[in-house]
């Protein structure tokens, strides 16, 4: 959770989100963006946090337990046929999923 | 190997005393590794897709939502993949935390569906292990800090545009004109083994690989020829050897102060012992040098046996490792107990040298692949284990080698060879005859001992014929009997050698001396 305690969004801690880091996400993503929509993202992140800084204010409840050991055994499912894993791709290729090359 | 050799001392540079004293130095490498095995299960790791390639098989055919990463799709962990990672635990005498649990490791790459990979961080399911190995004669034991499960991702092509067949346009990342992804491989098991930097010799990382090959291929977790079953990252960094500790310990802020590689794209033991070497020699010459290893990541070339800078964006605080709410958590320590592994090898080897009295070269021969052992075993049961021991650590093995063969070649034949150990034992073919004729026409043409024997008259000549064969020697030969007499020694052998003719090599040479000299001295 990185809203502020203060819940002022305007007041920007070391966790809020900054257009440097927005731009540094979207290098990572391979993201072309530009200083404004840099800025305006981190601005919406802003928001969304401010949002989830809603949660803090949800009084205690009793947690049920956590669930353990959910496992299935090793037997073989019938997946998705080549036609189906391949319907929503923007291209395609060969059977392939065909995109642009990414180093 | 095209691995340079030794350092250009004379590059260094003479007015720099940081450069004479480093010369001095005698550096020593540091190396740490982090093994990939592909683990032996029927489904992938989150969901029920086969992890068995068909052959020529197409690609995005063994997919599902979940390992293709559709919105709303959800893992389920394989219950097979946790058990053998549970083996390898204990095979590595590792602990098994009372709780393990899964992470997302998130990084932007085409072969990554969801964006992030399934991975465990810091609860992994096996931690401090150890793995006793043999190099040079001595007994080495690396610790291993960790081992975790996490999914493989799928795998790319990197295209050029053209009219041609794919395999022929297909070509470097830098070189393409576009990537095709095949999701087959995503999700399939694997366990990753990360050593501490135990390891001083490039050497030693082989010696290392090898065992813990053969520990997996007891456990029954791994197949060994599997494409991409072994994948290996190797870090490795120089110090001075006179900050390794007696005990070949070195201090932390030593190793945190060198500067180190870490080597990526490594898949077999040779590649790992030669980009080692090559990585340890470059490092060493830019230090000669007075310059500064950087720390950095290297993609190893196994067609140039050299290593090359690889621009990583990531750096570890990127990953953004967060818990995979999706997976809940493990408890198995327990299973610990529950699960029983095989007796390992060297245990077997242990018990071959004491139960079979065999000698240690022999013992290691019979005991490093387990079907082999298992071979060894049923044959030493019923002959003699010695004769056993020759036929199938020298004489199969040898010529399965030969002929570019392994043991699992052969796994529904061994009747047959045990066949062809009984007729030996039985003296009913020689020991000549069944090995350059019998054995070898039965792995070159598929027959079995018995029909090798009746086509090629093999079968071992009856007293009688040889009696015969012995007197006729005599007879057709007085010049050689006169010899003998005269006590040249030739004359004898030369005798042997026309019964052997006579009986087409099917008796025994030393049989057919004794009756010689018992007709000529009688």
């Not at chain 1, 947690?63 to 080549?82: F, H, I, K, S």
């Not at chain 2, 095995?37 to 690609?59: M, R, Y």
């Not at chain 2, 997976?327 to 610990?336: C, F, G, N, Y």
Request: net charge negative; hydrophobic share 35%.
């Amino acid at each position: 959770m990185t809203a502020t305690d203060e819940g002022d969004a305007s007041n920007a801690d070391a966790d809020a989100v900054d257009p440097d880091e927005v731009r540094h996400v979207a290098d990572l993503a391979r993201v072309d963006l530009d200083d404004d929509e840099a800025a305006a993202f981190a601005e919406q992140f802003a928001d969304v946090l401010d949002y989830f800084a809603a949660l803090d204010e949800v009084p205690e409840v009793e947690d049920e337990p956590d669930l353990v050991n959910v496992m299935r055994a090793d037997e073989v499912r019938d997946g998705l046929t080549q036609e189906e894993a391949l319907a929503n791709a923007p291209d395609s290729e060969a059977g392939f999923f065909k995109g642009p090359t990414v180093s | 190997m095209t691995v340079p050799s030794g350092f250009t001392s004379g590059v260094a540079n003479p007015g720099s005393t940081m450069a004479r004293a480093a010369e001095r130095a005698e550096l020593v490498p540091v190396i740490g590794l982090e093994v990939h095995v592909q683990l032996e299960t029927d489904t992938k790791i989150f969901c029920g897709c086969s992890t068995e390639p068909a052959d020529d098989e197409e690609p995005n055919t063994r997919v599902c939502p979940t390992c293709l990463g559709l919105p709303g799709a959800l893992p389920v962990c394989n219950e097979a993949a946790v058990e053998a990672a549970v083996k390898v635990g204990k095979a590595l005498d590792a602990d098994i935390p009372e709780e393990t649990r899964f992470h997302r490791k998130n990084y932007y790459y085409p072969d990554l569906p969801k964006n992030f990979q399934i991975t465990q961080y810091d609860a992994p399911l096996c931690a401090d292990g150890e793995l006793e190995f043999s190099h040079e004669g001595t007994r080495r034991t690396v610790n291993v800090r960790r081992a975790h499960l996490e999914e493989d991702p799928g795998s790319l092509r990197h295209v050029r545009e053209g009219p041609a067949d794919l395999d022929v346009r297909t070509t470097s990342v830098d070189r393409a004109d576009y990537s095709l992804i095949d999701y087959n491989r995503a999700g399939t098991p694997l366990m990753e083994v990360v050593t501490e930097p135990d390891f001083r010799d490039p050497r030693e990382v082989r010696a290392f690989l090898e065992k813990l090959e053969e520990v997996l291929e007891y456990l029954g977790v791994f197949d060994a020829g599997r494409d991409g079953s072994l994948r290996i990252d190797a870090n490795l960094s120089m110090i001075e050897a006179g900050e390794v500790g007696d005990d070949g310990a070195i201090d932390e802020d030593v190793l945190e102060s060198a500067n180190r590689t870490e080597v990526k794209n490594i898949s077999s033991h040779k590649g790992a012992e030669q980009a080692l070497s090559y990585e340890r020699n470059r490092q060493e010459n830019l230090i000669k040098r007075g310059k500064a290893v950087e720390q950095e990541t290297r993609h190893f070339n196994e067609t140039h046996g050299n290593t090359v800078s690889m621009r990583s964006k990531e750096e570890e605080k990127d990953y953004r490792y967060f818990g995979e709410a999706d997976l809940p958590a493990l408890q198995v320590s327990d299973w610990k107990e529950r699960i029983a592994i095989p007796e390992l090898p060297d245990a077997r080897r242990e018990r071959f040298r004491g139960a079979y009295g065999l000698d240690a070269e022999a013992a290691s021969k019979l005991t490093s692949r387990k079907a082999v052992a298992d071979f060894y075993e049923q044959v030493a049961e019923e002959f003699d284990p010695d004769l056993a021991a020759a036929w199938v650590a020298d004489t199969l093995l040898g010529e399965l080698n030969y002929r570019d063969m392994a043991v699992e070649d052969v796994t529904d034949r061994l009747d047959e060879f045990t066949r062809l150990i009984e007729l030996v034992a039985t003296e009913e073919v020689t020991t000549k005859n069944a090995e350059e004729v019998v054995l070898r026409t039965m792995l070159d043409e598929g027959l079995t001992p018995d029909e090798v024997i009746e086509r090629e008259g093999l079968g071992t000549a009856a007293a009688d014929e040889v009696a015969a064969a012995v007197a006729e020697a005599i007879d057709e030969n007085p010049d050689a009997v006169e010899d003998y007499h005269a006590g040249e020694g030739g004359a004898i052998n030369f005798l042997v050698g026309q019964v052997m003719q006579k009986t087409g090599g099917s008796a025994d040479p030393g049989d057919v001396n004794a009756m010689l000299r018992e007709r000529l001295d009688g």
